[in-house]
């Protein structure tokens, strides 16, 4: 089955092969943007309760309301996991959010962002500007890439990668594949961590426990957490970890008060909470 979205009497609904027979549909006011870009359909809708949405291929990727559960534990659980992260990675995620997330830890140097398509960034700019505010950061260096080709090239450089994919259909599918893990890992520095988007374990059983496989062969500590986002299929996302050194369902270091009191999700708590799995799931990945 095609990916398609269309709105019905005002109303978007999701649907995907991905997570056959069931959607979410959000009232929509307004097309706000709509282009075909080189690699995808991008559009961004304000909806009626949920603020703005941004769409690829038809695929929810953040709505206003929910986004920052997403960001906020994609970037923290693995930053506050690591002792000391300096050089940061973050592939994906054209939107800004996990760039506004990562800038708010002083202790990181430089952040390297790679994104397949440039029109992502630009829509975000110009609709989305509380995440878009992430690339004004001195920190962030831009490179317009293939986030496969680009982290191949990369050596022994970052302390903390972060893939912030969109799901294994269309340009993202290859970011779900052992080879970009292989680079990654590569890519790594002696105590580097990596954080990826891990789908979903009701929905997506399958590439759960082929990213959970694939982590468990090629990192020494592994894990995987889950994140509630009310927006996404079934209403949660994974976050799948591997990490050259550090433990990761423990935070290596405190937060701040100042971070504290920016953030709406995460916290000391819910970094270890986030990786206690309901019991199919845990027996699942026990049996990888
Ligand atoms: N099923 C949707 C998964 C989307 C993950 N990426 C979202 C990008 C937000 N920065």
Not at 237 to 260: A, F, H, M, V
Request: hydrophobic share 40%.
């Amino acid at each position: 089955m095609k990916n398609y979205n269309k709105i019905k009497q005002g109303w978007f609904s999701e649907l995907c092969s991905l997570w056959p027979g069931i959607s979410l549909s959000l009232e929509i006011e307004e097309v706000l943007y709509s282009k075909k870009s080189k690699f995808q359909q991008i559009d961004i809708y304000q909806t009626k309760n949920h603020g703005k949405m941004l769409v690829l291929d038809g695929i929810i990727q953040l709505t206003e309301s929910d986004e920052f559960a997403y960001q906020e534990m994609l970037a923290h659980v693995p930053l506050f996991a690591h002792p000391n992260p300096e050089n940061v990675l973050v592939i994906g995620g054209g939107d800004g959010g996990i760039l506004r997330e990562v800038g708010r830890h002083d202790c990181v140097k430089t952040i390297d962002f790679c994104e397949i398509d440039e029109d992502v960034i630009l829509a975000s700019k110009k609709f989305l500007p509380d995440l878009a505010c992430g690339f004004a950061d001195p920190r962030v260096k831009i490179h317009i890439a293939d986030g496969n080709a680009w982290v191949q090239e990369q050596k022994n450089k970052y302390d903390v990668i972060i893939v912030d994919s969109s799901d294994p259909i269309g340009p993202g599918e290859v970011l779900f594949e052992k080879p970009f893990y292989n680079g990654l890992k590569k890519a790594l520095r002696s105590n580097g961590i990596i954080a990826t988007q891990g789908e979903a374990f009701f929905f997506n059983k399958e590439c759960v426990t082929k990213l959970v496989k694939i982590t468990k062969e090629l990192f020494l500590v592994q894990a995987y957490a889950y994140i509630l986002v009310p927006t996404y299929p079934g209403g949660h996302i994974g976050i799948c970890l591997g990490s050259l050194g550090p433990k990761l369902t423990k935070p290596g270091r405190d937060i701040s008060e100042k971070i504290q009191n920016q953030l709406k999700y995460y916290s000391p708590k819910i970094h270890e909470a986030c990786f206690v799995l309901p019991y199919f799931a845990q027996k699942m990945f026990e049996a990888i």
